[in-house]
Every structure is written in C-alpha cells, then in structure tokens.
C-alpha cells in the first residue's frame, strides 16, 4: 500500500521559484504521469518525491509516513533515470542485483528475483554483459529491472523513454505499461510527450511554470482541459480558439455565427473546439483554406477565420484546394469556453 | 567537438601542403628538443670515461657499464634510494588521502568562494620553496620534524596536493552524478555509494593522480637538501656527492634520476592529458 501525498510543496533554487504550492495525491497503484514542456519543474518535483532534492517548503507522505526528511533509500522508491544510469563497472546480473545486495538479501534470493525480473525485462540472455556491450533499448531494460528487482512501493521514472529511438519507444511504452500494470507498484511518469502521456496514465498531471494547472484522467483532460493552456498543449493539433462576444440569453457571436453556450457570463470568453470535432456543413464558421495536408486517414486542412489560424480535421475522401471557402460547423457538445482573463474553463 | 573543422570550404592543395609540412617540422623539432638531450645523456651514462671527455663522439653507445657499477656500489646510494622510496610512497598516500575529497567537493557541491578556492590551490605552486625554506627549516627543528622521512614527506605532499586535487577533481567530474543518484536510491548511504560506485571507476586515474605525487616527491630536491642531513633522498645525495665528481658520474647520477620520471610519464600520459584540459577551462 504506497499512496503518495504532496503537500503545500514548493522549491526555489535561489531567487527563481521552480515549483509554487504543489499539491497532488497519487492512489496506491496508480500510475501518474507529470507532463509539461520543458523547464516547467517536472524532474524538480519527482526528486523531491524522490529525496534527491529536498523542497524549499511542504511535505511528502509515501504509504502514510512522512517521508521527507528521510535519504532517498529509505523512503522505499527506486528510480530509473533519463540516461540509464547503468553502473559501467558491474555486470547487467550485479546491476539488477544491486540494490539487492545492498539490503544484504542472501544469495539464492538475489539469483531469484534478479532472473525473474531481467525475464520480464527480456534481458535474461544479456546477465553477464557490461553496460558498454548493450544497446541503448538493452541498457533501459537493465535500468527498469534494476528498479523493479527492489519490489518497491513507488517507482519513478524520469523520461525513461526519451533518449530511444521512435520506434523502440513505442515497444517499451507498451511494454513497461504491462509489467507496471502487474508489479502492483505506484508509479511517477514523467515525460514531455503527450501521446506517451495519454497511453500509459492512469491520471496525467499537466504542468505549467511550477504549477500543476489539472490532474485527470488522459481523456478527461483532452475532452475537458481545465485551462487554456491545456487545451493548447494536449492534442496534436492541439484546440482551435476564436473570441466570442455575448449576445444575450446564453448566445454567443463566434466568428459571424451565433452558438449556444454559457449562460452565466456577460463579459467576451474564448471559445474552443478541436480540430477533430469539426464537419463541414451547410451553416457554420467562414473559412478560406491556406494549407492543405494529406495524412492518409485524415486530411489536416489550416484555414482561417476571420484573421485568426483555424485547423481542421477532415475526412480523406473530401477534396479541398488552397484558396477554397469552406463552411464549417463545430460540433456543439464539444465546444469549450474559457475565460480570456483567467485562462480557466468556464462551464 | 572539432568536428566544425571538416565544414570549412576545402583549402586549396598548395597552402594545406604548406601547412602540413610546417606541422611535421614542428612535431620533429618539438621532439628532437626533447629526445636529443635525453639521448646524450644515455649515450654518456654508457660511455667510459675516456670517451665522455673526447671530442667527436660516436652515435652508438658502447655499453661501458662502468659508471653504472660504480654507482651501483657507491656507499649510502642505497640508503638514499630508500629514503626517496620512503618519502616519496608516504607524499603519495597523503597528497591523495588530503586531495581526493578536496576534488571531490570541487566537483560534487556549489559552495561560497568556490572558484576563489580552484585559484587558491594553484596559487600554492606559486609560492617559492626557498622562501618557505629557513622558516621550514625552524619549525622542522623544533617540532623534531627535521631529518625524518616524514617531515620531508610533509613538504613534498603540500607540493603534489595541488595536482592531486585538480586531477581527482576532472576524474570526478567524468562520473555522472546519476550514478550516485541511483546507488543512493538503491540503498546506498552518500559514503556507500561512493565505496561501491564511484571509487571502482576513478580508481585507475587515482592510481595516476598518486604515481603522480610520487614523482612530484621522486624529483624535489631544494626541500630535501635543506630539510634533511642523515636521511637524504637520492636526488638531495646526488647533489651533494656529485658536486666535485668526474663528469662521466655526473652524466650517470642524472640518467639514474631521469629514468623512474620517464617511465611514469609514459604510463600516465592519458590522464595528463586530461588534467591539461582543466588548465585550459
Ligand atoms: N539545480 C538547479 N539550480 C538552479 N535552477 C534549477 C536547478 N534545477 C532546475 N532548475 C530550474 O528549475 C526549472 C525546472 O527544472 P526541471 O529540471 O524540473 O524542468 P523539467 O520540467 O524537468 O524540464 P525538462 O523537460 O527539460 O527536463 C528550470 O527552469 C530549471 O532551470
Ligand atoms: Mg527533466
């Protein structure tokens, strides 16, 4: 049982405050994901999770105790590093053993798990190599076995995929999502790239400038992100935005089309819709196509709306030409509307 | 890194001619500077007397190994020897047991007056001997530290402490910190981790850093003749027992000193290198 608390955490390095009043809870056996673009405190924050760094402020709790004035082996994480961190100096079968024998585990238990987790890995033909004579994909194996062969309550995982090529991420991402999913282990993604972020999390926590701007489910955050920013990193490509102006009685003027939307408010909003969710109709939004794309199952049409950059999704089979005036109807339960002057969403 | 080089538009094959050759008279010049020298100085230890003092000589030794054998049986040479071994191992495995955690902090931790104390460690090596040497001499004698092997080793440790710190210092550097990171993760104490991790991997270029000091100690002769009486290193003895000997022993005392820095020079070449390429930061 490894439910992870994080509490009022905050971290300045110096005068440049990197994270400001984090707060997040993490469910036994989850698996989170930490996802923003770079700079915006992701690692900062998993090693003060981790205890590689302490926080300037607040508290980490990891299975109901306070972990945060504990060294890093004693707070029952592992981790597994950006770049492998694979002892050079040991072989694949010392390196997964590591830990191990750093708890003093007799041998035969050390053999035991050690084979057991490099199987799950599919390294077991690699036990008594050294990390100079692996791959870069054979080297991540070790780095996730390693961490795996503590059996530990949380693992951490820093952009573990990221320095593999395009398709051996693809694999490992499956792959790792199988042996997390059955290692019963909570777990800490943290990673820049959004489609890993959507496959492997349980809840995707976006980050944003040292804040966490929404924690929930990858398709909640996609269908419903709580903020503009949000909207605009999730999705590739990501949501549309056009202002509107209220017209009165819950109608809003978008572009020269009056749509239905928020009865609550008086002052202008921005609204939103993904380029998925939009269908060429007979009544809808006036678009001139500037850039057609053929991308085999879709074809990614960038438009615009009165001076304002439009994409849209369309079917493969229609035939669009630059220049074109296309009429085009978004579809009304996934209209979104967010406040210009919080950047929130506005229900 | 200067990969950048192979981007320029191609010389034309006159001027990148030129340059060559100017390159290789360079490299042949450099080393003739260095090897004729070292080569008159064999071919005199291994010479007879007569034919150190003649004039012209011959290219070719004749392995005479008088001058040698004599050396061989001088009185006190071994003495001496011992003594260099003596000061030399404990300037050794004090420069490192001093240096290796001063590089490792340099390395390792940001801490106020950081560079300040990069300089301060170079600025040691600037400070002349001689100056140092009377009050040296003084305290020596009053804390009955003059003539052992110990005190001398003293001197030469402040000496080689320099080096030891700059070159652990790189050698540190050279190992992610990840690596102590995920030790520290997988049970490791910040000691622990640094047994089993990081030690096993700076071990050979400690092992130079300290063959390092033992030069550095093996050479230095001022300190050692001033400091000492009775237990006089080899190259402190050389000097004395030389001044008025024949020149042809004077040629073999040298080749004798020469030797052991050679050798080491040879076997530590690649982790020089590296410490260069700190001085040039
Ligand atoms: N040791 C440090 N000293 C000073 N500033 C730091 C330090 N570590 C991180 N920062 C700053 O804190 C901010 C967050 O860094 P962090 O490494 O957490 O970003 P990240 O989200 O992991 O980015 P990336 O995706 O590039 O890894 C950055 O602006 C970074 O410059
Ligand atoms: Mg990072």
Known sequence: MAEIQIKNIAKNFGSYQALHDINLTIADQEFMVLLGASGCGKSTLLRIIAGLETATTGEVWIGGRRVDHLSPKDRGISMVFQNYAVFPHLTVFENIGFGLRMQKLPDDEVTRRVERTAGLMHIDQLLKRYSGELSGGQRQRVAVARALAMEPDVILMDEPLSNLDALLRLEMRAELKGVLADSKTTAIYVTHDQVEAMSLADRISVMHQGRIVQAATPIEVYRNPAAEFVAGFIGNPPMNFLPATPSGDGKWQVAGQVLDGPTSRSAPLQFAVRPEDIRPADSGLTATAKVVEPLGAHLLVTCEVEGTMFRAVLDSDLTVHVGDQLTLAPQPDRIRWFDPETTLAVA | MTDAVADLPADTGASRKAGQFLYGASVVLLCAWVIVPLYFLLLNTLSSPEEVNSFPK????????????????????????????????????????????????????????????????????????????????????????????????????????????????????????????????????????????????????????????????????????????????????????????????????????????????????????????????
């Not at chain 2, 030794?61 to 020897?81: C, E, K, M, Y």
Request: net charge positive.
């Open chain 2, 58 to 281: 011959s290219f070719l030794p004749h392995f005479d190994l008088g001058s040698l054998t004599f050396f061989a049986n001088f009185q006190g040479i071994l003495r001496a020897l011992w003594n260099s071994v003596l000061v030399a191992a404990m300037t050794m495995v004090m420069s490192i047991v001093i240096g290796a955690p001063a590089g490792y902090a340099l390395s390792r931790f940001e801490f106020r007056g950081k560079e300040a104390f990069r300089l301060l460690i170079l600025l040691t090596r600037a400070f002349p001997l001689p100056l140092l040497a009377l009050p040296l001499a003084v305290l020596f004698i009053r804390t009955g530290l003059d003539d052992t092997a110990f005190g001398l080793a003293l001197v030469h440790t402040t000496l080689a402490i320099p080096f030891a710190v700059l070159i652990t210092f790189s050698l540190f550097s050279g190992i992610p910190i990840e690596l102590e990171e995920a030790a520290w993760t997988l049970g490791c104490t910040r000691f622990t981790a640094f047994t089993k991790v990081v030690l096993p991997l700076i071990l050979p270029g400690i092992t130079a850093s300290a063959i390092f000091a033992f030069v550095i100690s093996w050479n230095e002769v001022f300190a050692a003749a001033v400091l000492t009486i009775e237990n006089r290193t080899l190259p402190a003895f050389l000097l004395q027992t030389l001044g008025e000997a024949p020149l042809h022993l004077k040629f073999a005392g040298g080749f004798i000193l020469v030797v052991p820095a050679l050798i080491f020079i040879f076997a530590v070449r690649k982790y020089l290198f590296a410490m260069w390429g700190i001085a040039n930061r």
